[in-house]
């Protein structure tokens, strides 16, 4: 049988492992990755292999030649361009004659692939999906599969709302040649995205095999650590070179090891090897051919490949370092940090944990290296959330990070690209935006600085000015000390997930862009856009109706910049506006919390001034809250129940789109005016792309613009002739539930997968997380995208049905986690 090892990928989130090599020819174990797919694939009788390359192809070759030396035949075939996955396998079909195994080149795994070939002519498949079960499933390919095995369902690289199962899809895949007929050769192909979609659509047999064993796909630099502690361990089915000279030390051909170093298990030593005396490998090291350990140096938890010399009394605590790498005397490598090739560490050097040396860079005498040697640090956590980039100012959101999105950004949106750029009226945004402005320059792109703006001003801005993308910065309404920025499209929306993941990955490899000096970017300042924004506001908009209606309304809390542009606002249209503004409780920011504390005041005040509603405007000047003379409070789902009645009211039906977390109410509401309801995955992202595609103009302006929401209710209520709290009183009732529980990362993937089937047969919608429909409600369990919980929603025919509903998933879950412990 023959085989296919796709070996065309670049590594670039290993960098700068794969700074001057391709991913499958990095070191795991003192071996390319690569070498280990063709030991297993010889192990389970395939010796006719094709090669897929495309990234520097002639590495491989040089080192595989004719794959003789393993007892195989390779064959090779090179991609003049990138096409896909299954376009590169499509580029050796002249080779692929027979059912045939595709497997990736640099993952590491001892899977059973006899087995899965066995499963493969017993279901009489055209194509398998070796599967496997991971803790975090974010960045694979999620497949469900009935209980024969045939695939039902399968998500590449979801979101956790998305995250369905944790069985993944494992890239290796037995197929048969017909599956090639699909597509045209020397077209870019995926198999995830393209080929088993098409395949299941066309209701084709496509089964997925849960194996057994180990399979990483090495993505990463902590998984790279990792995959050789998981061999040390014994969690891989991979023979170790060399003598086992005692329990877990492993020592090569040639290498020297004195008496009196100190060698703690479990250890690889590789050929040639000189450990002196005094020196120290402890556990969970793998040290490469050729190098020289000396004298008081300590080396745990690391990876060295070979010929590099660490010098007396240094220290390697969790690192990497690559090929002829020289640390002189007591040089300190830390956890997380890789050196790369050639790289010199001079004396009394340290690198910090995390840091990152790139190929050939010299460290001088006595330096504490606490960033990357070319432009910045790496991270591992995400960048994004779900309100785009959030942190505390100067300690997660620097200059530095918002000068590098800055450029990145630019990079990505195209050379010479229009930007916008804008920020609020607090002085760290401003200071940040400045640092953006610099980045954006830097990678050639020119800079549209707006000034102070609300959000959705900035929003309008990019497409009024006819940009490429923009980047608006603003205090956090969360937390005092934090700021927030957002990074728009050409359509003013919340840039998708795709460039967000490309943002991620180029930091993480830290492969920025630099431009000679004359073709750096400049920036224009654009004056008066509040103006303009203004005149966007106003437009189709009945203000003599509200002109006549003499409203008035009590502005809680405003920020000096929603104050300077709302109350002008209101003036121009004819509505007194009177003012609250609480005591400051120090760094405490002011939210629906506090509103609610106020909530008897404010009834007090209103009162007292005969004000028709109070009003309270978040600091992005997107979102909106209010409160009726008796104290009702609309926000969030009520807002959308609100919202709603008022679109279908006025538009005689039509359609709204709300989130799958929304009230039931709202199909109510359609059902009165004939409208029709459409349900949407909560991420902003996606939700903003639904009301743009359905051209939901109105709806985006009510959701995403407080100002424009404000007055358009102000018009509905004058041109209906009620006041605020009449035009409450016409929503009908309900009852939602909301309910958080912890639950670790790793276990998230399987609970989603239990609770899937555990419902299966049952009313289920899987739009966004898990939907369960009962008798009584329904109940949606949704696993947050940013931190280790599940948010749980109900809705029931009373207030104690709904509590009862959520109450009764999150024991669920939890019992779910202890069954997995």
Not at 87 to 92: D, I, L, R, Y
Not at 518 to 532: E, S, T, Y
């Amino acid at each position: 049988m023959k085989a296919v090892i796709m070996a065309g990928g670049e590594g670039a989130r290993l960098r700068p492992l794969t700074c001057d090599r391709p991913k499958p020819m990095v070191s795991i174990m003192n071996k390319p990755m690569m070498e280990h797919i063709i030991v297993l694939l010889k192990k389970h009788n395939f010796e006719d292999v094709a090669v897929t390359l495309q990234y520097m192809p002639e590495a491989i070759k040089d080192f595989f030649l004719d794959g003789i030396s393993w007892g195989v035949n390779l064959n090779y075939f090179v991609e003049e361009t990138p096409l896909g996955t299954a376009g590169s396998v499509k580029n050796a079909s002249s080779f692929l004659d027979q059912t045939f195994l595709v497997i990736s080149g640099d993952a590491l795994t001892d899977i059973d692939l006899t087995e899965a070939v066995k499963f493969h002519r017993e279901k009489g498949s055209m194509a398998t999906l070796v599967l496997t079960s991971v803790e975090t499933p974010l960045e694979y390919g999620v497949v469900i599969t009935e209980e024969d095995g045939r695939i039902s369902q399968f998500l590449e690289k979801p979101s956790w709302g998305e995250v369905f199962s944790d069985t993944v899809n494992t890239g290796i895949y037995i197929l048969e040649p017909e599956v090639l007929d699909y597509f045209e050769p020397g077209v870019k192909f995926d198999f995830s995205k393209d080929l088993f979609p098409k395949l299941l659509e066309n209701k084709d047999p496509l089964y997925g095999y849960v194996a057994p064993g180990y399979w990483c796909d090495v993505g990463n630099l902590q998984q790279y650590l990792q995959a050789h502690f998981d061999v040390l361990q014994g969690k891989v089915d991979l023979e170790i070179e060399g003598t086992e000279l005692k329990s877990g030390v492993w020592v090569s051909a040639g290498a020297k090891v004195s008496p009196e170093a100190d060698l703690v298990p479990p250890v690889v030593i590789g050929e040639n090897c000189r450990i002196n005396p005094g020196a120290e490998v402890k556990e969970y090291s793998v040290i490469g051919p050729g190098t020289i350990i000396e004298k008081g140096t300590s080396v745990k938890r690391s990876v060295c490949w070979q010929n590099s010399y660490l010098g007396k009394n240094s220290a390697l605590r969790g690192a990497v370092i690559c090929n002829q790498v020289k640390l002189k005397e007591r040089v300190h490598v830390l956890e997380g940090a890789v050196i790369g090739e050639g790289s010199i560490l001079e004396n009394d050097s340290q690198i910090k944990p995390g840091v990152k040396v790139w190929p050939d860079k010299n460290v001088e005498s006595g330096m504490t290296l606490q960033n990357s040697l070319i432009w910045g640090r790496g991270v591992s956590k995400n960048l994004f959330g779900s309100e785009g980039i959030r942190g505390q100012v100067n300690m997660e959101i620097t200059p530095e990070l918002t000068a590098v999105i800055g450029n990145i950004f630019g990079v990505l949106s195209g050379e010479g690209a229009l930007i916008t750029l804008s920020s609020d009226d607090w002085k760290a945004s401003r200071a940040l935006k400045h640092a953006a402005a610099s980045g954006l320059m830097s990678s050639g792109a020119e800079v549209l600085d707006l000034g102070d703006l609300l959000t959705p001003a900035a929003r309008l801005a990019v497409k009024d000015q006819k940009a490429k993308g923009g980047i608006h910065i603003f205090r956090s309404p969360k937390r005092q000390e934090e700021v927030s920025f957002c990074l728009f499209d050409d359509l003013g929306l919340n840039i998708p997930k795709g460039l967000e993941k490309k943002i991620e990955q180029a930091y993480h490899s830290q492969d920025y862009k630099r431009i000679p000096g004359n073709d750096i970017g400049q920036r224009m300042d654009i004056a008066d856009f509040d103006v303009k924004y203004r005149k966007n506001v106003l437009e189709n908009v009945d203000q003599e109706a509200i002109k006549r209606n003499a409203l008035k309304v009590l502005l809680v809390h405003p920020e000096p910049l929603i104050y300077s542009f709302v109350s002008s606002l209101l003036h121009e249209l004819g509505v007194e506006a009177t003012v609250y503004q609480p005591v400051n409780k120090g760094d405490e920011a002011y939210d629906l919390s506090r509103l609610r504390e106020d909530r008897v005041i404010l009834m007090e005040l209103m009162e007292k001034s005969r004000l028709d509603m109070a009003v309270f405007i978040y600091r992005s000047g997107e979102n909106i809250s209010l409160m009726d003379i008796q104290g009702r409070l609309i926000s969030g789902d009520y807002f959308t129940a609100l919202m709603s009645y008022m679109l279908f009211k006025a538009g005689d039906g039509g359609t709204v789109a709300v989130p799958v977390t929304a009230s039931g109410v709202i199909e109510k509401i359609a059902q009165d005016f004939n409208g029709k309801v459409v349900r949407t995955k909560t991420s902003p992202r996606y939700f903003m792309e639904q009301l743009h595609e359905r051209n939901l103009h109105l709806q985006f302006t009510l959701q995403y613009n407080a100002p424009a929401a404000l007055v358009k209710i102000l018009e509905f209520m004058s041109q209906e002739g009620f006041l605020f709290s009449q035009l409450l009183s016409q929503l009908p009732d309900f009852h939602l539930s909301h309910k958080k529980t912890r639950c670790p990362w790793g276990v998230k993937g399987k609970v989603m997968r239990q609770l899937i089937e555990e419902n299966r047969g049952k009313d289920v919608e899987l739009i966004d997380g898990v939907k369960i429909r009962h008798p009584e409600g329904w109940v949606l369990v949704l696993p947050d995208p940013e931190e280790p919980l599940y948010q749980v929603y109900g809705e029931g025919s009373s207030e104690e049905k709904s509590d009862s509903l959520t109450e009764t998933y999150v024991e669920k879950i939890q019992e779910m986690q202890r069954e997995s412990t």
